[in-house]
């Protein structure tokens, strides 16, 4: 009997010629029950949360690893010591004869952390000095600046300062960190300590020393620089100068009209003209070395020496400008 479906109608209808048709000639196959298709299973909550923890771990790591490279960052810049320092004029700069005297500094702390300051010197001169006791162990803050006094003597000898010092050594204390020596550059702008070690030294070896004051209009052009000065002498006796020079190399100065008389300590108003002879040397000098050696000849001729004459901060930056246009 050919199967039937549950409303009674044949799956398949029988062949009409009395033979089997393909349908009857398969075997019949009965499913088991067990024979249903595999249930599909939840993932296992077990690997879900190792996959979590490997996630969690790498996110972490790098959190680690940027917070150890900021705190490595925060602790470079709280090591590193910063400092500058200039001089500052005052009135008075200097002592008499052998006797110390005062120079004030301004230090600017460019560093992050809070120092404290022990000691200071100044370094790589003969000059003698230390920090007065009301600046002794002084705070240093962050991104200030705070003033020192130093007691400064000595450097007489063999005609006196020539140079002025450019760096001093601090031995400083950054909070919770030991005790370190530093070097520090030290600007002088006006030249005071120059001015203060020559006013100082009176003795036989030293007790001359002049200044040169503008006195009028610069002019730069073609032929060099034109500066209107007036030279002052620490003393009173009759002298007259009779030739002027540059000190550094690289340049050339020259006055027209010498000798010139010096009265009650001044001369009058003449023209110096620096030309430049070696842009190389010229551009190379420090600030403290555009100076001029000026010969002093006694009135009677009975002496002459020649001094360091320093010029004024006007003098100092149009000689910068000049440098700059007669170099390019």
Known sequence: MPDLLESGTPLRP??????????????????????EPPVRRPRSIGRRW??????AGLVLGGLFIHSYD??????????????AARVVPIQSPGGQGRDSWLLRVVVSNRGATALRLRSAQLADTPLRSSLRTVSRDISLPPGRDTWISMDVSGACAGGGLTRAPTTLTASVTPAGRPTRSVRVALADDTSLMLTA???????????LWSTAEQQGTIVIDDRGLFVPMRFRLNWTPPWDISAVRSEGPGLAATVDGLPVHVTNGLTPIVTVRWSLTDCVQAKALNYTELRLRTTLTR???SRAVEVTTTVSGGVIAALGIFLDRACR
């Not at 029988?14 to 024979?35: A, F, I, Q």
């Not at 900021?70 to 400092?83: C, G, K, M, P």
């Not at 070690?197 to 007790?207: E, M």
């Open 299 to 301: 009135a009677d001729a």
């Open 50 to 55: 190792v996959g979590l923890a490997l996630v």
């Open 197 to 207: 070690a020559r006013q100082t030294c009176v003795d036989a070896d030293f007790g």
């Open 14 to 35: 029988p062949r009409d010629d009395g033979r089997p048709s393909l349908w009857d000639r398969l075997p019949r196959v009965r499913l088991r029950e067990d024979d």
């Open 70 to 83: 900021t705190r490595l960052t925060e602790q470079s810049r709280r090591d590193t010591i910063a400092l």
